[in-house]
């Protein structure tokens, strides 16, 4: 078999000496003496709504008021009041900064590059910020974001000039758990692998398979493996689909993954999750794959996507990324062949995809589900293709690797997909490993 491994190490915050004396023998354990651990947590998506304008309008709310406790609880926003309190009393922040806490509704470029920026609240008033182009946020702001802005109005109240602008944001000082008091096993990711597609790349496949029933250490130490979205091709996902399937039949697509996956060896664990391709609805966040297709699974744990599921102590966030298709065209620093710099932002905002009705479709659940309420441990994405590990204040980002190859339409854009790579994170020492099956590194 033709495989090669880097280590990539630990980016993230340094620990305490004696944290963990020796972090390389937490790769020589062999997950099968450590039992699984594992929390599905709770469902996503399973709730009868029926996209009234009161159902969208109750799914901001709660995005507002889920974020804001956030800002006033984790970042220490203190705002000076309401926004129509604010607007009421202007003349008392022509010198004395206010600070605003509130929804975008609106941004408009200048022609110096700063940003015109009405914001909105639940007092249903409004007020319009500047922000300059030397502002660092200027270039990362999107509809729907809540943010808090200090600033000063203008002498006849016109405009509110903006000094500071704060996202929800995770704490700098923030660690993801870990450490020796964590079991010595790891998780593995990967994600898009299209079964059913003319593209899927078996022989990738069965060579990760080879290496996963070895005796590498890396292998041996895997306890549970993560397919973060698109575990199929689907049918009629776009014009001319049917082209460019092997597989026409999505549940015999579901049917041949569940076999490939009995393919893995007794001390792994498959956890998967729905993608933009998979058999259930687009609109995010998307619902368990339907019973008559998680039959068909021996012993593959399933989540929604987004997910939230404990491994062995860890919490870790899965997300399949169709929200980066909605950042990508509005951040100049987040493209497709570094996706992880839309995770960061995701982390930034406590939001996986923040605007409404753009390329990414949003469900208007009972409560906004895309809501990061709780620091995740692990964060990984799959959608884009690409291949990346990254830290982002303490939390492990992973963009995880598929198993298709180019695409025509692909191949017309001239991207180049990363594949065949399987990436690895010890729990213990919080340490990276990605081995590739006959792919540059």
């Not at 995701?346 to 990061?372: C, F, T």
Request: with cysteine; proline share 6%.
């Amino acid at each position: 078999m033709s495989s090669k491994r880097i280590d990539w190490g630990s980016h993230g915050p340094r620990r305490v000496a004696g944290d963990l004396p020796n972090p390389a023998d937490s790769w020589k354990a062999k997950a099968w003496d450590f039992p699984d651990a594992i929390d599905e947590g709770s469902p996503v998506g399973e709730t009868d709504q029926h996209g009234k304008i009161d159902d969208i309008v109750s799914l901001f709310y709660d995005r507002y008021h889920k974020l804001q406790e956030i800002m006033l609880r984790e970042a220490g926003v203190k705002p000076t009041g309401t926004i129509a309190e604010v607007n009421r009393n202007w003349t008392d922040f022509t010198k004395v900064p206010a600070t605003i806490l509130g929804i975008v509704a609106d941004i408009r470029r200048t022609k110096s590059g700063g940003r015109m920026v009405e914001l909105e609240d639940t007092t249903n008033d409004t007020i319009t910020v500047f922000l300059n182009s030397a502002d660092p946020h200027a270039g990362s702001l999107l509809l729907d974001d809540v943010i808090a802005v200090s600033g000063t109005f203008n002498k006849d109240g016109t405009m509110f000039w903006t000094n500071r602008v704060q996202f929800p944001d995770l704490l700098p000082t923030n660690m993801n758990k870990g450490g020796s008091e964590y079991d010595p096993v790891s998780v593995g990711f990967i994600s898009d692998v299209h079964i059913g597609s003319k593209y899927f790349m078996e022989d990738k496949w069965d060579k990760m398979m080879h290496f996963l029933n070895s005796d590498d250490e890396t292998a041996q130490n895997l306890k549970y493996l993560v397919i973060a979205g698109d575990a199929v091709d689907g049918i009629g996902v776009y014009p001319g689909h049917e082209n460019n399937l092997a597989i026409t039949d999505v549940y015999d697509q579901y049917e041949y993954l569940a076999r490939k996956l009995d393919e893995l060896p007794d001390h792994i664990t498959p956890i998967l999750s729905p993608g933009n391709h998979d058999a259930v609805r687009p609109a995010e966040p998307q619902p368990l794959l339907e019973p008559l297709i998680r039959q068909r699974f021996n012993s593959t744990i399933h989540t929604g996507n987004p997910g939230r599921i404990n491994l062995s102590g860890i919490d870790v966030l899965t997300y399949h990324g169709k929200g980066i298709d909605d950042m990508v065209p509005r951040m100049a620093h987040v493209t497709y062949e570094k996706p992880a710099e839309a995770m960061k932002e995701m982390l930034r905002k406590r939001h996986l995809a923040p605007m409404w009705g753009e390329r990414n479709a949003l469900s208007p659940e009972e409560e906004d589900q895309m809501v990061i309420t709780d620091i995740p441990d692990l964060m990984v994405t799959g959608h884009t293709h690409a291949h990346q590990m990254e830290w982002y204040r303490g939390v492990p980002l992973v963009v995880s690797s598929t198993f298709q190859d180019e695409t025509d339409f692909m191949k017309m854009l001239g991207y180049k997909a990363k594949k065949g790579f399987l990436s690895c994170y010890n729990i213990q020492n919080r340490q990276m490993r990605v081995v590739g099956f006959d792919e540059p590194l």
